[in-house]
């Protein structure tokens, strides 16, 4: 059966001058309108198709790729306005996508971006957007390890820091003081757990903590020079974005990584860059 706000994988029932006709199951014919039809269509093969409601709230199957669908949350641009609609976000298809009024958590303006969770009106069983998000987020307990990566988009900014999307699922708190670099509203990045409060609130920060975090950096910059040639122009001097550019890591752990790694005679510095000595002897742990 096609599920409404999903992708699907549905066979042809017909054809007719308007398009393809898929077979929806319960929700019975629905029409792929002929702009959208694959070229080299062979008999018999399923299509790959996004269902949704068209302006007069029909069944329409696209085969367009929306930016997310139903249980998803990404960061939309608004793309339109209407004084007693809401906003209009742009999601990847020909309908942009309403967000309601009272789906909005503070006013949105034209051209920015916004973080909202994709879902069903529980009225109008049509798809919107909401910036609520806490109603959408999973409840179930979040089995997370301390120091653990996971996939985080940014929210919004709040006095201690940014809310985060946690894999896709959980609410998250990064705080400022974890990072030298504020990431942007809408950007995707990893994070690392910090802890996971008994209320469920996870607390996040850029980097992996203390010695598990030095280790793996170690190893991390190591290859670097190796894949360069032995040298590296990033030193304790380079700014944050140089070195988060480069190894995806904040300039207070690369300079703690920097400093395992001379102590154990492993580089030089070059002033500016770092140079690879050569230490068969040298093993991770050292």
Known sequence: MAILGKRNQLSIIRESAPGLYLNGGELGEILLPGRYIPKNLKPGEKLDVFIYLD???????????????????????????????????????????????????????????????????????????????????????????????????????????????VEGVHLGLLYLDKFTTPPAIGESITGYVRKVRDDGKIDLGLDAAGYRRVLPLKLQIVNALKTNGGKLELDDNSSPAAVREKLGVSKKAFKQALGALYKSRRIRFLNPGIELLDNSSWTPGQ
């Open 55 to 165: 302006s007069e709230d029909r069944l329409v199957a696209t085969t367009e790729i929306p930016l997310a669908v139903v249980g998803e949350f990404a960061s939309l641009k608004v793309v339109g306005t209407h004084p007693r609609a809401g906003a209009f976000l742009n999601w990847g298809l020909a309908k942009d996508l309403l967000l309601p009024f009272s789906e909005q958590d503070g006013p949105v303006h034209l051209g920015e971006n916004v973080v909202v969770a994709v879902c069903h009106d529980s009225r109008s069983g049509r798809i919107i957007a909401s910036a609520r998000l806490r109603r959408h987020i999973n409840a179930a307990p979040p089995q997370y390890a301390v120091g653990q990566p996971v996939r985080l988009l940014v929210a919004r900014r709040t006095p201690l820091g940014y809310s985060v999307i």
